[in-house]
T-cell receptor
Framework: NAGVTQTPKFQVLKTGQSMTLQCAQD?????MYWYRQDPGMGLRLIYY???????DKGEVPNGYNVSRLNKREFSLRLESAAPSQTSVYFC?????????????FGPGTRLTVT | DAKTTQPPSMDCAEGRAANLPCNHS???????VYWYRQIHSQGPQYIIH?????ETNEMASLIITEDRKSSTLILPHATLRDTAVYYC?????????????WGAGTKLIIKP
């Protein structure tokens, strides 16, 4: 049981390049999330998927697209990377059990755009 | 926008109780308070959550004021491994469609 996995762990892009961050979870959770975390700040929600087949914008969606490929996988795409997208990206998944809505996080992808 | 405010940093002596405050004065009646922590730059880790009653688990206790405008996370016997950034978070949404609204967190340093 690996929990939430993310690939790659590190990535350096040049301005204008594109890439896809991959996320997978093996806990059979319905909901999945993509966050970014800039230095010294809390997490900001980029996009989320409440269930398979649905995606919604979060707080900072501009410059990103997502795909909920199936229940396990949720990818984040940067079509034309910009230096402002240099950040650590976290994927998370969750399920609502009673009142508990614990989110489980992956290890993060550290992205630098030059 | 963040719905919580926390002090940016706190110190606590090893073995003592660490009390981390959080203000959430605009919280709505059905919105839960969650606490997570982040050690170094790892993925955040869930600690505890509550609505209006005090809660306790194996990691911590959560005290929510009667008016629900503030709360305190208590780590009863802090160890050096509890050094981390602690986030007080409000859960918004309904009908299974939820989001966590994160603040900037409190950097807790446990000193020997």
């Amino acid at each position: 049981n690996a929990g939430v996995t993310q690939t790659p762990k590190f990535q350096v892009l040049k301005t204008g390049q594109s890439m896809t961050l991959q996320c997978a979870q093996d806990m059979n959770h319905n909901s999945m999330y993509w966050y970014r975390q800039d230095p010294g700040m809390g997490l900001r929600l980029i996009y989320y998927s409440a269930s398979e087949g649905t995606t919604d914008k979060g707080e900072v969606p501009n410059g990103y697209n997502v795909s909920r490929l199936n229940k396990r996988e949720f990818s984040l795409r940067l079509e034309s990377a910009a230096p402002s997208q240099t950040s650590v990206y976290f994927c998370a998944s969750s399920e609502l059990w009673g009142s508990s809505y614990e989110q489980y996080f992956g290890p993060g992808t550290r992205l630098t755009v030059t | 926008d963040a719905k919580t405010t926390q002090p940016p940093s706190m110190d606590c002596a090893e073995g003592r109780a660490a009390n981390l405050p959080c203000n959430h004065s605009t919280i709505s009646g059905n919105e839960y308070v969650y606490w997570y922590r982040q050690i170094h730059s790892q993925g955040p880790q869930y600690i505890i959550h509550g609505l209006k009653n005090n809660e306790t688990n194996e990691m911590a206790s959560l005290i929510i004021t009667e008016d629900r405008k503030s709360s305190t996370l208590i780590l009863p016997h802090a160890t050096l491994r509890d050094t981390a950034v602690y986030y007080c978070i409000v859960r918004v949404g309904s009908g299974g469609n939820y989001q966590l609204i994160w603040g900037a967190g409190t950097k807790l340093i446990i000193k020997p």
